[in-house]
């Protein structure tokens, strides 16, 4: 008796079970841990030199992010956006005219303007050269939610119609110094397979 | 059986309300003998100070202590004799911030942002908005809106609880429920300093604030204005923001309503108003907070707004090579706004039929003309004729820069453009 209902029921069930799989397994980043020293990342354009010891993944948001501790402890992160599209704060939009500097504004107001940002201060904004592009270079300081101590350096730069921003951020006490160097790797590695450094931004 | 069950009904009913239900015969401040802590009022203390807590420590709160005490005797005024009356304490707090907003916590803290400071025009016109918001603590708004959604949740509540026994459903956590329900309902009624009240309690604070500045003795013709200046920046700028003083409608609504108790006022009182209105004493303090204002509107694209507020700058401030640069920077912005959102204009009516190219120059040349030796117009300047190609014209304006200001934060930058126009 009941073997209708509980046919549909059994159908039903599955299909939970599999959406709610294919939610987890989408959902949630899967982190995979850099054993091989000097392995590589590739991403379109883009080569860099992954730090041993760190996990890699990559979310909606970031084309990719390497952690050590935990995102909340410390994180390098390569996300790109268009140009051309209002900024949620700040209301302004990077677009591909803009120079090195003025782009750098903009980044800096979305940043102060944004009240999770609590007591921020930047303290130092300079153009470098990143593998034959135009990039800014940005340390900041700031305190999250919860008032704990971060800092920030951050890379800017227009690439083929997208701004790219590689980020590393880390609690300022303890953790910051510790992993600036595998940082510092990972941006010493980085390089553009360009056909024409002459064609992108070096404004 | 029936009688049974409608007895029980009844009683479960009668029950249920005893205990949910929370008082809505709450006296304001200044209707009882000293200040004494309704239920749950402590509670709603906590959030808020907890929440100023974090305000105090997050880099927003404005600094400058003189304007900071200037502010607050404006509300002393007010409110003095109440409060020193009932032994209750009322503090304003300026935040860093340009869009409108101002808003009244339970615990006597307000805030008021510095976008409101920098549109309003005089002494009078702020008191307008310190006594709106004053009447909200005073008059206990915050409890109030908490006891009232409280009260309709009981209700759905009891529907709740019945309905379960009904099906005869187990039902785990209602003690975490009625938490969570409780702490949300706090929410609520705090929320309320923020996005406003329900009308009523609005119009209560119109009502009272009116008196409040006639009172004090200000010039309540004044207060029309105060909405007004805010309405026209809400007007200029299109902000959609859900804040109190960011919606037309509501701040159209106090125009309204100071309009008319005027016009009753008038009507009773024959004899001239006592007219302290206070302008040049509201500038003076006044003054930095517009320019930093200012900057943060540039920052959030508020462009008119901030057009707005430093062309009134320069007419009370003459000499300052500082606002004449910013003006500059807000016209270039605008221009590249336009460039970039050919289908939306930011904000129609002030300046749109200019040449916002010249009118950034000018200003710029205004600066220097003010203060030759002042370094930011010549960048300013000089990244204008970078972008238009004149590299040549550019490069002298940065070596003028560069000279002026041999550690300039962004010297790299325009080091790099000197380099690059020779």
């Known amino acids: 008796m009941g073997s209708i209902y509980g046919g549909i029921s059994m159908k039903v069930n599955k299909w939970i079970v599999i959406c709610l799989l294919m939610v987890f397994f989408t959902g949630c980043a899967t982190w995979k841990p850099i054993k091989e020293k000097n392995a590589l990342w590739e991403f379109g354009d883009f080569r860099a030199r992954l730090p041993v010891g760190w996990a890699r993944t990559k979310t909606s948001g970031e084309i990719l992010l390497l952690t050590r501790g935990g995102v909340y402890i410390e994180h390098i992160s390569v ?18 005219d803009m120079l090195l500097r003025e782009i750098s504004q903009v980044v800096i107001d979305e940043i102060s303007l944004n009240q999770n940002f609590k007591n921020f201060k930047l303290l130092e904004n300079k153009p470098v050269d990143l593998g034959g592009v135009g990039a800014f270079r940005m340390v900041c300081v700031f305190h999250n939610e919860d ?13 083929k119609k997208k701004y790219y921003e590689i980020h590393y951020q880390a609690l300022e006490q303890h953790h910051f110094e510790k992993k600036l160097e595998a940082f510092d790797q990972f941006m010493d590695s980085f390089f553009f397979k360009l056909e024409d450094p002459e064609s992108v931004g070096k404004k | 059986m029936i009688k049974s069950f409608l007895k029980w009904t009844v009683l479960s009913v009668l029950a249920v309300s005893l205990i949910s239900c929370a008082s809505t015969n709450i006296k304001n401040i200044d209707e009882q003998e000293g200040f004494v802590f309704y239920q749950d009022e402590a509670n709603l203390w906590k959030q808020v100070d907890e929440f100023h807590a974090v305000m105090e420590r997050s880099g927003f709160v404005y600094q400058d202590k003189e304007l900071e005490e200037y502010v607050n005797s404006i509300a002393d005024k007010m409110f003095g004799e109440i409060l020193k009356k009932y032994n209750f304490d009322l503090r304003v707090y300026l935040i860093k911030d340009p869009i409108f907003n101002a808003g009244a916590y339970p615990n006597g803290v307000i805030y008021v942002n510095t976008s409101i400071l920098a549109t309003l025009e005089n002494e009078a016109q702020l008191a307008t908005i310190l006594a709106h918001e004053g009447t909200h603590v005073i008059h206990r708004h915050a409890l109030k809106t908490q006891n009232f959604l409280i009260n309709k949740t009981a209700f759905y509540k009891f529907f709740d609880i019945t309905m379960a026994g009904a099906t005869g459903a187990v039902r785990g956590g209602v003690v975490g429920n009625s938490l969570s329900i409780a702490r949300l309902i706090g929410g609520l009624g705090i929320a309320g300093a923020i996005y406003g009240y329900s009308r009523v309690l609005e119009e209560e604070a119109d009502e009272y604030a009116y008196k409040f500045i006639v009172d004090a003795g200000y010039d309540p013709r004044e207060s029309k204005k105060a909405y007004q200046n805010i309405s026209t920046a809400l007007e200029e700028e299109k902000i959609k923001a859900p804040y109190f003083y960011s919606t037309h409608p509501k701040i159209k609504q106090r125009v309204r309503n100071f309009e008319q108790y005027l016009k009753s006022y008038e009507k009773e009182n024959k004899e001239a108003f006592q007219k302290v209105i206070n302008e040049e004493v509201y500038m003076g303090k006044v003054k930095d907070l517009i320019l930093e204002n200012a ?23 003459k000499n300052s090579p500082e606002s004449y640069d910013l003006l500059g920077r807000i016209y270039v912005a605008k221009m590249e706004f336009k460039k970039h959102n050919k289908n939306k204009d930011k904000g129609g009516k002030t300046d749109d039929s200019l040449d916002h190219k010249q009118a950034a120059m000018d200003a710029f040349g205004q600066a220097n003309q003010i203060n030759p030796d002042y370094p930011h117009a010549y960048k300013h300047l000089g990244l204008l004729y970078y972008k238009k190609g004149e590299r040549q014209k550019a490069s002298g304006l940065f070596k003028k820069y560069m000279d002026l200001n041999p ?10 453009y000197i380099h690059e126009s020779e």
Do not use: C, M, W
Not at chain 1, 147 to 159: E, Q
Not at chain 2, 302 to 317: T, V
Not at chain 2, 407 to 416: K, V
């Open chain 1, 79 to 96: 996300s790109r956006t268009k140009t051309n599209k209002e900024l949620p704060h700040s209301q302004k939009k990077i677009t591909e």
């Open chain 1, 147 to 159: 008032f704990a101590k971060y800092k920030s350096v951050i890379y800017g730069f227009l690439y």
């Open chain 2, 295 to 317: 900057e943060l509107e540039l920052k959030r694209n508020k462009l008119n707004s901030a057009i707005a507020q430093l062309k009134r700058y320069n007419r009370y401030f």
């Open chain 2, 407 to 416: 550690q300039a934060e962004d010297g790299e930058y325009i080091r790099g």
